[in-house]
């Protein structure tokens, strides 16, 4: 007798047997730790290991290429929860450094774990959309350190980590004091900016930023990922400030100028820290912008204070 199509993580693992719908049985066991990658070329799926240890082989074949299709749809789904389930697992360890309770954390964490447990496991149905196309589909794979996730409007982030958690991390860093530049205070909304001064969209973002000044308090969270050295030195100078003379100082640095006073180790530290965090969510480039309820900017709208305005006239009430 038939079983059902499970795709159920274990571990650093998957275990893959597609009892109702595939035509040779296999149950497979998978290891996601060292990155593997499915091809689907007609009815056959296959997949390949990273490390290089092998040739591809065969996980299943199925008497059809839309059944073929569902199962490479189902088996890429799967993948893009565990990655989601290590960056998220990444970014509570740069969380700690921003000052939750450890207890905090470990509740938070088992939280995210039994969540990924119940969003994968079990029996699969319906497609993830959008991963395979009909035909010999492309390699899609999975590195083994996860790469960077793709950018999704806020309504895309898993249930597995919610916005809330982002939130409560930005919320944290901002009023500690220790990472972040406060532009203004406003009664409509909080927004979240990583931005680094070498960044000619953030230089172009400024303009906005002082238009929704008037109306929302905005942190930013000075980077170096596109600047680099140039703008390491320059934003330590700045994070080496009293918190209420950075505003102004900021202004100085994302214009071109130098700060006259020298580095200080709280500053450099500071700045690490806003590049590790920026790293470890995977975001894709700067400026990235984050309201109060942790939803980021969608992709499809400009970097202008309308649009802005309007997105958060708009965005979870928690973002208010």
Not at 203 to 226: G, H, M, R, S, W
Not at 260 to 284: H, I, Q, S, W, Y
Not at 295 to 313: L, R
């Amino acid at each position: 007798m038939k079983s059902n199509d499970i795709i159920r993580p274990f571990e650093k693992s998957l275990l893959v047997q597609f009892g109702s719908t595939g035509e040779l049985q296999h149950v497979s066991t998978l290891r996601l730790d060292q990155g593997v990658t499915f091809i689907r070329s007609g009815n056959t799926i296959e997949a390949r290991y990273h490390d290089g240890a092998g040739e591809a082989f065969v996980v299943e074949r199925f008497s059809s290429e839309p059944l073929a299709n569902t199962a490479f749809h189902n088996l890429q789904a799967a993948l893009k929860r565990y990655a989601r389930v290590r960056r998220f697992a990444g970014y509570w360890k740069a969380a700690v450094k921003w000052g939750f309770a450890p207890l905090t954390v470990a509740v938070l964490a088992l939280g995210i774990n039994m969540a990924a447990t119940r969003a994968v496991g079990g029996s699969v149905g319906g497609s993830a959309g959008g991963i395979g196309a009909a035909g010999a589909a492309p390699m899609v794979p999975l590195p083994s350190n996860l790469g960077t996730a793709a950018a999704q409007p806020p309504i895309a982030r898993p249930a597995v980590a919610s916005p809330a958690e982002l939130a409560l991390a930005m919320a944290d860093g901002a009023k500690s004091g220790k990472y972040a530049v406060q532009l203004s205070k406003g009664s409509k909304g909080t927004l979240y900016v990583f931005s680094d001064p070498s960044c000619p969209h953030c230089q172009d973002l400024e303009p906005e930023l002082d238009k929704l000044a008037k109306d929302y308090t905005i942190y930013i969270f000075p980077v170096t990922v596109i600047g680099g050295e140039a703008s390491s030195h320059r934003t330590a100078k700045l994070m080496c400030a009293k918190p209420d003379a950075r505003g102004a100082l900021w202004k100085k640095i994302v214009q071109g100028d130098d700060l006259p006073n020298a580095e200080c180790a709280e500053g450099t530290d500071a700045v690490a820290r806003n590049d590790k965090m920026f790293r470890v969510m995977r975001f894709l480039g700067t400026p990235t912008i984050i309201n109060a309820a942790g939803e980021q900017t969608p992709d499809s709208i400009p970097n202008t204070a309308d649009a802005i305005n309007q997105w958060m006239s708009t965005a979870t009430t928690a973002s208010k």
